[in-house]
């Protein structure tokens, strides 16, 4: 038989998920589905974690029914994501920092602590849009701050809320063998306890600079960017010996868009607009543990369960 165009031929699993609040029922995603002409024998629907996440075998589906299901899922606060049945668990997370590990930008908790967000928060809203080059508008965004005490970093560090999730899905991972890299466009000086507390094997990121306890309104050059977020994709797979098909990426922002496209999944979490354009997999109202649902993790199989 020919296949048709946009329609997948190889196994697929269908996720349902959600945080916010009970995820959409078996039988309202089996309704779902069969809207969109997508067969699914519901004894097959299994349950990954108690009223937050489930999934379902499906033989096969049209790629261009996503974006329907997506929107009657968003319905019911519920995320619907389509995934292959082959590889669905990955050897290597590299994960982004800012509105995604992290709830907040970091940046822009200093600007608000400095009393400059009027100044640098529109920069960054635009940056992660994807309506500036990313390079420029952070020498733009930290050259406002110079001459601030380098305890800004501190006190913005102090603010930082871990998204629901974040360690949950790091230390599961490790715990079933794959390796975790933070990788973000802000500071070291952040990245570092973040990626401490979460249990992240190593974490890269932009050194802010500062000289006798003020920050000199710089950067160190190369900027860690898109290309370079590329980069420590390709790096991590060359040093593990695997293809890009075995690692996941998460981000939300313009920077992470070439990452996300290159795995062989690549999350937006609550994405901006180009990334819910442009990347097929979304967390739009599941938090962080999603990434280990969208990868058939039971919640029998969490770290610490």
Not at 92 to 104: F, K, V
Not at 282 to 304: K, V
Request: proline fraction near 3%.
């Amino acid at each position: 038989m020919s296949q048709k165009r946009g329609q997948a031929k190889v196994h697929h699993f269908a996720v349902f998920s959600s945080s916010e609040r009970p995820c959409l029922s078996v039988e309202d995603g089996l309704a779902c589905l069969a809207a969109a002409e997508i067969k699914a024998d519901a004894a097959s629907a299994r349950w990954l974690d108690a009223d937050r996440a489930w999934d379902i075998p499906i033989a096969e589906y049209d790629a261009g029914t996503l974006p329907r299901l997506r929107q009657q899922a968003d319905e019911s606060e519920s995320d619907i994501n389509i995934l292959p049945a082959t590889g669905r668990r990955k050897t290597l997370l590299i994960a982004d920092m800012d509105s995604t590990i992290i709830t907040s930008e970091s940046l822009d908790d200093m600007a608000r602590i400095a009393g400059l967000a009027e100044a640098i928060i529109p920069i960054t809203e635009r940056a992660m849009r994807g309506e500036l080059d990313f390079a420029a508008a952070l020498d733009e965004r930290v050259a406002l701050l110079r001459g601030q005490p380098e305890s800004l970093i501190e006190l913005a560090l102090a603010e930082a809320e871990l998204t629901g999730g974040a360690e949950l899905v790091v230390r599961t991972m490790r715990a079933h063998g794959a390796s975790c890299y933070l990788v973000s466009g802000g500071f070291t000086a952040i990245t570092g306890p973040v990626a401490a507390m979460c249990g992240f094997h190593d974490h890269h990121a932009n050194l802010l600079e500062a000289k006798d306890g003020r920050l000199t309104g710089t950067v160190a050059k190369p900027v860690l960017d898109r290309d370079s977020k590329l980069a420590f994709l390709d790096h991590y797979c060359a040093a593990l010996g695997i293809a890009r098909d075995d690692a996941v990426c998460i981000g939300d922002g313009a920077n992470d868009l070439a990452m996300l496209q290159a795995a062989g999944l690549g999350v937006a979490l609550k994405g901006k607009p180009l990334l819910r354009e442009a990347v097929a997999v979304q967390l739009n109202h599941t938090d962080l543990t999603g990434l280990l649902y969208l990868q058939g993790y039971g919640e029998a199989e969490f770290a610490g369960s």
